[in-house]
């Protein structure tokens, strides 16, 4: 037996012989206190974090998950460039100046023409809806008109489309625009409810159309070029060039939906800090219409301006036009007033300190009259308590006070030199302040003929001839760029949400149990189980059509370890399970006895899966006469017994299906089966059940030398592995170690550093 202490047909020597030929392609051996990795790469810390290699690993183990990802956001970056509008970009510049009024002597009335405009505040009014609202008046902007479309390509479609005459519809969908459709809406008057809602107009025979509300009803109809009414309703169509029941949708806009809709892709900026110079940028899809607005806008701007500039003039000057004929009475009372006292008391003349009285009274007059004016302005605009107010006031406290000492020189004056001077005084205070309210309303009236504002266009609207935004190149680079960072973060949610083992050295580990092999992914094997399904091959086994595979090189180092490990075991018998299904059991069990037979010994394999046993299938043999016909004492051992086209390797298959499986293994024949099995062969091999899905796995370790567990890379969750050792130790079955499958040794070539390994050792012919 190959697992005892004695070997009929082999010499230790050639056994060693034998375990010079095998490969330790897993990387571990068996050592008396567990297994210890010879082929690492590099040794380096355990908690070094994540490297480059186990990144790069990850992705080429999701390669093809990075490329569907890629190449999805890749079409849909087509698809977005095919069907997105070109946005256009018009712009213009406008200076806001210091305003020259080209007569020196009208500077002295630049406070009163409002000349302290900042560019702040006219930026502000360039987006206000003082010019925006009657720009939207104008051009009519608040009536939108658009023929309607397919969704999504559809209008794509209709803008690629350049002959003159409508398309032709696609598919018989009559109801939208393909292309080549014209429509022209210049006046439009909804119900107030209707406002900011879609009509439709559906394209009639000779120039007739309908319009209808967006529930479907009818509202009216009409004819091209001639204005219709009805309910509240009135449409004037000027142009329309549609095949008949082609549809368009109208929009009536309120005017502040119509102002923010122009505000959404309308900028001012001024450019260059202090530079007094404006530029203006519209947005929009329509190349011809959004030149049109921008330029609407920039001469909307300037008249305005210069009708405020004008209207400041022409307020200021008919407030004086209302003041100068007061004033003319008030001069002509005082002229008369002093004649006649002169008259009653013959030539008077005045002195020359008296006419140096006269003179200072007559200038702290004047000037206490400009401070109240300039103190009525502030008021307008402050409180009493601003400092420039309470400086106007000491001003004019001044001012009385220099009035008062006058006042009281002129009372030392005889009688009728006070009288002389006070007349005096009247005639020239009348004079000077009615003289300069007559020149400043000429100059009014000079200023308001030239009013040109203190804005000048610069620039008119320039359309880029190129779309602004992102060009084809960039958009389709964006997309692989959005597709590559979408698939490496569903690679880390799926890897962050895989909890699964795909480490053998987590197993030792965590489970204090060595791991036997460590079996690479085989591709030749996935064919032939492809084969075998499909009934097109049989008994046709890895280890034997290609014996140079990876996995068959890991199967032959699990050979020569098992050697070791199982010196000390009482049977030469070795059972195989797993936690759960599809692990790979079965493959190891026939594998492991074609490489076993290959030394030259003798090796069954027994079929312990009395639920749903198919190593028959991989072998072409019958399943009947086999485990269950042996308990049931209905065959003999001879007659279970089956030979394999693979010399020394033999199989009892399940027999039929028994409705008692667990029941019919604790039989004592099935015990004596194994037993005489043990006899006639060197090494006996047991594929059982899962041992988390039914007990037969620890009914059957019981009986056997030695159990291996099957654990399949990326597969289970290291709690799933304890609870399998836990279940068997329970029913009294020592587990001995793992067989780690399905490795992906694709992955494991981009992982460096501690946890790299060489699975792969391939002979040079």
């Known amino acids: 037996m190959l697992f005892g202490n004695s070997y009929p047909d082999k010499t230790w020597g050639d056994i060693g012989q034998y375990m010079e030929q095998d490969q330790f392609s897993a990387g571990t051996t068996a050592s008396s206190g567990g297994m210890t990795h010879t082929s690492k790469v590099a040794f380096e810390d355990e908690n070094e974090g994540i490297s480059i290699g186990e990144i790069v690993a990850a992705i080429m183990e999701y390669r093809w998950l990075v490329v569907v990802i890629t190449v999805a956001a890749l079409l849909i970056g087509l698809v977005v460039m095919f069907v997105s509008r070109p946005v256009y970009r018009a712009d213009g510049l406008l200076q806001v100046e210091e305003k020259s009024s080209g007569v020196g002597s009208l500077k002295a009335l630049q406070p009163l023409l409002g000349d302290d405009t900042t560019v702040s505040a006219e930026m502000e009014i360039l987006a206000s809806r003082l010019v925006l609202g009657r720009v939207v008046d104008k051009l009519k902007l608040d009536i939108n008109v658009a023929p309607k479309t397919f969704p999504l390509i559809g209008g794509a479609i209709f803008r690629r489309y350049h002959e003159s005459e409508p398309s032709a519809p696609f598919l018989g969908l009559a109801g939208y625009a393909w292309g080549g459709e ?14 900011d809602m ?65 505000r959404a892709n309308y900028s001012v900026k001024e450019r260059g800090k202090k530079s007094g110079v404006i530029e203006l940028g519209l947005q929009g899809s329509d190349y011809d219409k959004i030149g049109i607005v921008l330029d609407e ?175 084809p190149g960039a958009i389709l680079g964006i997309s692989v760029l959005l597709g590559l960072l ?55 086994l890895l280890a034997v059509s290609q014996p140079d595979d990876d996995a068959v090189e890991s199967l032959r180092s699990l050979r020569t370890t098992l050697h070791f490990a199982m010196l000390d075991a009482q049977r030469g018998s070795l059972l195989i399970t797993g936690s759960s299904p599809g692990l790979g059991k079965s493959f190891i069990s026939k594998n492991l006895g074609a490489v076993l037979a290959q030394l030259g010994k003798r090796i069954a394999v027994v079929d312990g899966d009395l639920r749903r046993g198919h190593i028959h299938k991989e072998f072409g043999l019958p399943r009947e006469v086999g485990v269950s016909e042996f308990i049931a004492g209905q065959s003999t051992l001879d007659e279970v017994v089956k ?118 050792y391939s002979y040079k012919k």
């Open 297 to 471: 806008i920039l001469n909307t701007y300037v008249r305005q301006n210069v009708e405020r500039r004008s209207a400041e003039a022409e307020k200021t000057l008919k407030f004086l036009e209302t003041q100068l004929p007061s004033l003319k009475a008030q001069l002509d009372v005082a002229e008369a007033a002093y004649n006649k006292y002169r008259q009653s008391r013959g030539s008077l003349d005045l002195s020359i300190e008296t006419q140096s009285v006269l003179k200072s009274v007559v200038e702290i007059e004047d000037a206490a009259l400009k401070l109240k004016q300039e103190r009525e302005e502030l008021r307008q605009r402050f409180t009493s308590e601003h400092p420039a107010i309470q400086a106007v006031d000491a001003k004019l406290a001044r001012l009385n006070e220099r009035r008062k000492q006058f006042e009281g020189e002129v009372s030392k004056l005889p009688d009728t030199q006070q009288t002389v001077l006070r007349l005096a005084r009247d005639v020239q205070v009348s004079t000077t302040l009615y003289t300069e309210l007559l020149n400043t309303a000429q100059q009014l009236k000079v200023s308001k003929a030239g009013t040109v504002g203190d804005v000048r266009v610069i620039d008119t609207a320039a359309v880029a001839r190129e779309p602004v935004g992102a060009k």
């Open 643 to 760: 030979a394999t086209r693979v010399p020394n390797l033999f199989v009892v298959t399940t027999g039929h299906i028994p409705p008692n499986p667990s029941e019919l293994l604790m039989h004592p024949r099935f015990e004596q089966l194994l037993l005489e099995l043990g006899q006639r062969f060197d090494t006996l091999i047991v594929d059982a059940p899962p041992i988390l899905a039914v007990s037969d796995a620890a009914i059957i370790g019981r009986h056997v030398g030695a159990t291996l567990v099957v654990a399949r890379a990326g597969k289970q969750p290291i709690q799933e592995l304890e609870q399998a050792v836990k279940r068997l130790n329970q029913a009294g079955v020592q587990v001995k170690g793992f067989i780690f499958n399905d490795l992906n040794t694709d992955r494991q070539r981009y992982r460096y550093g501690y946890k790299g390994y060489v699975y792969r």
């Open 198 to 262: 879609p009509l439709l107009l559906v394209a009639g025979d000779a120039s007739a159309y309908t319009l209808m509300s967006n529930s479907g009803e009818n509202v009216l109809s009409g004819t091209v070029g001639v204005r219709a009414s009805k309910q509240g309703f009135s449409i004037f169509v000027a142009q329309l060039k549609a095949r008949p029941g082609t549809e368009f949708v109208i929009t009536k806009r309120s005017q502040e939906s119509a102002i923010a809709q122009l």
């Open 486 to 540: 979408t698939s490496l973060l569903t690679i880390w949610v799926l890897r962050a949400l895989r909890v699964a083992v795909e480490d053998p050295e987590v197993i030792e580990t965590k489970l204090g149990l060595p791991v036997y092999a460590t079996v690479p992914h085989s591709k030749a094997e996935l064919l032939l189980s492809r084969k075998v399904t499909a009934g097109e091959s049989i008994s046709e």
């Open 182 to 195: 014209v429509i022209q809406v210049d006046g439009l008057e909804v119900p107030r409810q209707y406002l």
